[in-house]
């Protein structure tokens, strides 16, 4: 298994609202991140998960909050989000944070839309 | 970009021509990643050249890379319209794992 999945694949939600996007890999890869892209710009970096502890937050709002409960899954919980955080999030893995040649393994997305 | 400028910003080309897109980035690498991505999905690794390396050739795809100068170059020869797409690079900082991207070019073959 090669994949790296993504779930929901689309999701609307208004300003109040609590939502969670999940991520799952079972390459046994132990490095994960999450992305955000707005269209017509590259992916950039918001978090990087290493054995399960959090080891990059670029300074993101706490409005994002990612939990990595075990090597096989990761978590965006999102509350009280802006329309401005409408993007597609993009989840990647690769097999550890010293394999520093590895390339990453990319989700398919989550389109997310704030009302 | 959080790392550095890819040209062009577009490219459109007839089949059966050559896509060359550019990539220089701010910091010392490890490595230096080319990546796909159709619209509005994930993306999709096509070669990685090490920070002492200077060419690499996969299939259709030629990778050269500079680090004197901080700049990449991604050849696609005899390209197809299936080739239609975003190109990003990407680089992993040295000592780090921390994979950022370039501004990306968009390239349109024309059938």
């Known amino acids: 298994d090669t994949e790296v999945t993504q779930t929901p694949k689309h999701l609307v939600m208004g300003m109040t609202n609590k939502k969670s996007l999940k991520c799952e890999q079972h390459m046994g890869h132990r490095a994960m991140y999450w992305y955000k892209q707005k269209a017509k710009k590259p992916p950039e970096l918001m978090f990087v998960?290493?054995?399960?502890?959090?080891?990059i937050n670029e300074s993101v709002p706490s409005r994002f909050s990612p939990e990595c409960p075990n090597s096989s899954l990761l978590n965006l919980h999102l509350h009280a989000l802006q329309p401005e955080d409408s993007a597609l999030y993009l989840c990647?893995?690769?097999?550890?944070?010293?394999?520093?040649?590895?390339?990453?393994?990319f989700g398919s997305g989550t389109q997310l839309s704030v009302l | 970009s959080q790392q550095g400028e890819e040209d062009p910003q577009a490219l459109s080309i007839q089949e059966g021509e050559n896509a060359t897109m550019n990539c220089s980035y701010k910091?010392?690498?490890?490595?230096l990643q080319w990546y796909r991505q159709n619209s509005g999905r994930g993306l999709v690794h096509l070669i990685l050249i090490r920070s002492n390396e200077r060419e690499k050739h996969s299939g259709r795809l030629r990778v050269t890379l500079d680090t004197s100068k901080k700049s990449s170059s991604l050849l696609i020869t005899a390209s197809r319209a299936a080739d239609t797409a975003s190109y990003f690079c990407a680089t992993d900082a040295t000592g780090g794992f921390k994979t950022i991207f370039g501004a990306g070019t968009r390239l349109f073959v024309k059938a």
């Open positions: 998960y290493s054995y399960e502890k959090l080891s």
């Open positions: 910091t010392s690498i490890n490595n």
């Open positions: 990647a893995s690769r097999p550890g944070p010293f394999a520093t040649n590895e390339k990453l393994f």
